[in-house]
Nanobody
């Protein structure tokens, strides 16, 4: 059974930093590209960052600036998202997934997802 567990979220003041972690089990981690997504209240879930399965190639969502960095450790079956200089608009639930697109149809959501970790940026 696939499990993805996110951690590292919390309440942070503007300008702070967080490192989100996602640990994976139940599938061959190094065979999958991994993605971080976020969903703010009342908004669609959006891709933050994606990292390839092998060479570490990355791509980021259109809104992303250089404050975000995705990385992975295949030996530990973990993927990370570093966020610097946090802004209130970064407030959202952050999810990791073993896919890099968010797609839902009558069969459900594509890929496997964690339960998410809440990031709140507020003074």
């Amino acid at each position: 059974q696939v499990h993805l567990v996110e951690s590292g979220g919390g309440l942070v003041q503007p300008g702070g930093s967080l490192r989100l972690s996602c640990t994976a089990s139940g599938f061959t981690f190094e065979d999958y590209a991994m993605g971080w997504f976020r969903q703010a209240p009342g908004k669609e879930r959006e891709l933050v960052a994606c990292i390839s399965r092998s060479d570490g190639g990355t791509r980021y969502g259109d809104f992303v600036d250089d404050r975000f960095t995705i990385s992975r450790n295949n030996r530990e079956a973990a993927v990370y998202l570093q966020i610097r200089n946090l802004k209130p608009e970064d407030t959202a639930i952050y999810y990791c997934a073993n896919v890099c697109i968010y797609y839902v149809d009558h069969d459900g959501i594509f890929g496997s997802w964690g339960q998410g970790t809440q990031v709140t940026v507020s003074s």
